[in-house]
């Protein structure tokens, strides 16, 4: 594990370029992580009250939203750590091996994070957040960073408390207050870590690397989107392999080839130039994390539909079930369609049209079979990915033109 010279921290001076190896390997505990989220939803959405019951469902997934958003919030303050540091540097590199145990402990944790292993979750999720400012406070020594840092420990310890305690109550009221902790650092984040007596600070003014940044939601959305390859052939090697089993794992493929073909047309490709043009790259970077989570829970639900389908193919499904099925695809293009704001400054007809078609085609769709849903959702994305391609054809390469 490589360090640079000793001394005090700095921001960087320069991009860093590339995600060192650390960085990806931190990534590949977000793959098993993902797949547990898939599969707590999968029970929640499976069994007896909650397929009979729309509310037993949106309960269910409810709980699982809040333990994917806490999952997210650690990988995001990790990323950004290393976009605006040297992640060759010693503590940089303390901070993503902690950050690593940790989620790995987290992910553990996720199928029974309500019950059995809620303390063994909090405590993890506490030390990764409360480890990295804290590192990089003493990192840091008397650079004016530091003061952010000594913030961000303070939102951190006070949401701790909520994390901890919720993690003993029960599960009605340890919902309430992790829900109220990531509240409490959402928002804290989004205002630039305020606290009384120590000020805040603007967002606009952070320095980032901001090519390295993009890139880390690239990979993490490559990361989300390997985890429905995952899902989708986990599902289908349970067996068994009869036609309506065959055609639904055939769909959940063409569906994931499709998720990626329309997030590399150019948008997410140069997402890293949009971030340099920007007269802020902190502020576009705080935009597209919000864009990349939205992205990331459509492809987590979508995950979530492929493993229903495969499993029930032919089964008129509840609208639970349903909501895996479209909604990912629609959360998908809805971020899709954000993203393309924050590179190009506008959206592009087709994202509405097909978010308009798949809201639609659910009425119909509750009285079909579950693969014919898959087939409808498929249809449509190829239907965005063609005419971006036909946008795209013989045109030069359209540039970023960021409208922050």
């Not at 939601?217 to 985890?227: H, N, S």
Request: aromatic letters at 10%.
């Amino acid at each position: 594990m490589g360090s640079r010279a000793a001394g005090h921290l700095e921001p960087a001076k320069r991009d860093p370029g590339r995600a060192t190896f650390l960085e990806l390997f931190f990534d590949l505990v977000y793959v098993f992580a993902l797949t547990r989220i898939s599969a707590r939803a999968f029970e929640d959405l499976t069994d007896g009250p909650a397929r009979e019951h729309a509310r037993a469902a949106v309960t269910g997934s409810g709980k699982t939203l809040l333990l994917l958003l806490a999952l997210w919030s650690v990988w995001q303050g990790t990323a950004w750590t290393t976009s605006r540091y040297d992640p060759y540097r010693v503590p940089l590199q303390t901070v993503v091996i902690t950050a690593l145990v940790c989620s790995m402990l987290m992910g553990v944790a996720i199928p029974r994070a309500f019950s059995e292993t809620a303390l063994m979750f909090a405590v993890a999720y506490v030390v990764a957040q409360l480890t990295r400012p804290l590192i990089l406070s003493i990192a840091l020594g008397a650079h004016p960073y530091r003061r952010l840092k000594v913030r961000m420990a303070v939102v951190f310890a006070f949401s701790g408390v909520f994390w901890i305690s919720g993690a003993m109550m029960t599960t009605n009221v340890q919902v309430v207050l992790w829900s109220a902790a990531l509240v409490i650092e959402y928002l804290a984040a989004r205002c630039g870590w305020p606290v009384p007596g120590l000020g805040r600070s603007t967002v606009s003014k952070w320095e980032i690397a901001g090519e390295h940044l993009a890139e880390r939601y690239q990979q993490f959305f490559l990361v989300a989107l390997g985890e429905t390859i995952l899902v989708a052939g986990f599902a289908y090697s349970m067996g068994p392999y009869e036609s309506g089993h065959v055609w639904a794992f055939a769909l959940a493929l063409a569906t994931s080839i499709m998720l990626w073909r329309i997030y590399v047309q150019r948008a997410g490709r140069i997402l890293g130039e949009a971030v340099v043009k920007a007269r802020h790259p902190a502020n576009i970077g705080r935009s597209a994390a919000d864009t990349h989570l939205l992205m990331v829970i459509g492809l987590a639900a979508t995950a979530i539909g492929y493993e229903l389908i495969i499993e029930h193919p032919l089964e008129t499904i509840p609208g639970a079930w349903l909501a895996m099925v479209l909604g990912g695809p629609a959360l998908f293009l809805a971020g899709r369609a954000r993203l393309e704001y924050e590179v190009f400054g506008r959206v592009s007809p087709s994202r509405w049209v097909a978010l308009t078609v798949l809201v639609a085609a659910s009425v119909p769709l509750l009285h079909l079979p579950g693969v014919v849903a898959t087939a409808a959702g498929v249809v449509v994305l190829v239907a965005v990915a063609v005419v971006d391609a036909r946008r795209a054809h013989g045109a030069p390469p359209e540039p970023a033109a960021p409208p922050f």
